[in-house]
């Protein structure tokens, strides 16, 4: 048996672009010191719809939802027995393990795939999510009074620059466009890319941080990370 290896008679193929997409933009925002959360794919159907409320103000900011969920045919338990409609309920999940375990102040982002049924069609989107919560202290102890949603809009306009997606922007909600029920009313704006909404950025309401005792301001993020760079997997 000869101990060196055969020489390779082709080059070694390419990596898939989506694949290189999901590490340069986990570069990114790690660089711009958010954590990466990896959540499972597949959540509790009661809990998630409790979260989110009436879909259709999801719908109207351009995120692919739809009111009958995929579900799974044998279920690990209740808590698993659906795939998820979108990122925002597991990523407040991690929020909340953080902040009771005393983490005061952080960030976090995930990208993933979300799923829905329309019209017997399953579909798959590509999203990406982010939070931030609580001000950071500087030597002295003080704390900086910023909000928590301007960190996650200079990330998320850092990112789209490098990556060249100038059309991304963000607008002030209008006064006819529902707010999620999990956003603070006045407090939230829309995500926008060629003109079209793609998602949403705000501060998440005080009695959704009042019954889960968190004491501090928290900013979310979600868009269609496909229709932002149009490689949406269906």
């Known amino acids: 048996i000869p101990e060196s290896l055969p020489a390779f008679a082709k ?13 340069n933009l986990a570069k990114s925002w790690t660089g711009l010191g958010f954590s990466q959360a ?8 009661q809990k998630e719809k409790a979260f989110l409320g009436d879909l259709k103000g999801l719908r109207s900011l351009g995120l692919t939802i739809s009111s009958e969920p995929v579900k799974l045919l044998n279920p690990l338990n209740e808590d698993l027995n659906m795939m998820r409609l979108s990122l925002t309920f597991g990523l407040w999940n991690n929020v909340l393990h953080n902040y009771r375990y005393g983490q005061a102040q952080g960030a976090l982002f995930e990208t ?3 799923f829905t049924k329309l019209d017997s ?3 798959e989107s590509i999203r990406l999510g982010a939070f931030a919560w609580g001000q950071a202290q500087d030597l002295w102890g003080k704390q900086n ?6 960190k996650l809009k200079g990330a998320l306009e850092v990112w789209a620059q490098k990556n060249r997606w100038n059309s991304l922007c963000i607008r002030a909600a209008k006064p006819t466009e529902v707010a999620p029920v999990f956003l603070h009313k006045g407090q939230w704006g829309v995500v926008e890319a060629e003109g079209q909404a793609i998602g949403f950025i705000g501060i998440l309401h005080p009695e959704l941080l009042d019954e889960n005792k968190i004491r501090a301001s928290v900013g979310v993020l979600e868009i269609d990370r496909g229709q932002a760079a149009g490689d949406a997997c269906e």
């Open 11 to 23: 080059a070694p193929t390419h990596h898939d672009l989506k694949y290189l997409g999901l590490v």
């Open 145 to 150: 009074q910023e909000s928590p949603v301007f």
């Open 112 to 114: 993933g795939s979300c």
């Open 121 to 123: 069609v399953y579909k």
């Open 38 to 45: 990896l959540n499972y794919a597949f959540c509790s159907e």
